[in-house]
């Protein structure tokens, strides 16, 4: 069974920072961020491929960067000038099926998320 583990979740205040991290104890190639709020669908965040290739929430893209640490088997979500909105729980999953890597539906393994709470 591969195991997720993601840390790094916490409470800042609007225009702050937080540096996300999952480490698998297994790799696939494409690894990706999601995040849901209460009462909210599951939405995509951004996924990375073990050759670099990056992918992002248009909505998102210029305020999170995604990165990875392929000997540790670590991937990274750096967040900045967070808002209120992004207030979220963010997951990691890995084994995408297809190539559509937002869908959440298609990965197989999930992490147990970590909490991101942006207060105004």
């Known amino acids: 069974q591969v195991q997720l583990v993601e840390s790094g979740g916490g409470s800042v205040q609007a225009g702050g920072s937080l540096r996300l991290s999952c480490t698998t104890s297994d790799r696939y190639d494409h690894m990706a961020w999601f995040r849901q709020a209460p009462g909210k669908e599951r939405e995509g965040v951004a996924a990375?491929?073990?050759?670099?290739?990056?992918y992002y929430a248009d909505s998102l893209r210029g305020r999170f960067t995604i990165s990875q640490d392929n000997p540790k088997n670590t991937v990274f979500l750096q967040m900045d000038n967070l808002k209120p909105e992004d207030t979220a729980m963010y997951y990691c999953?890995?084994?995408?099926?297809?190539?559509?890597?937002?869908?959440?539906?298609?990965?197989?393994?999930w992490g147990q998320g970590t909490q991101v709470t942006v207060s105004s």
């Open positions: 999953a890995t084994l995408l099926s297809g190539n559509s890597w937002s869908v959440s539906t298609a990965y197989r393994y």
């Open positions: 990375i491929q073990i050759r670099g290739n990056t």
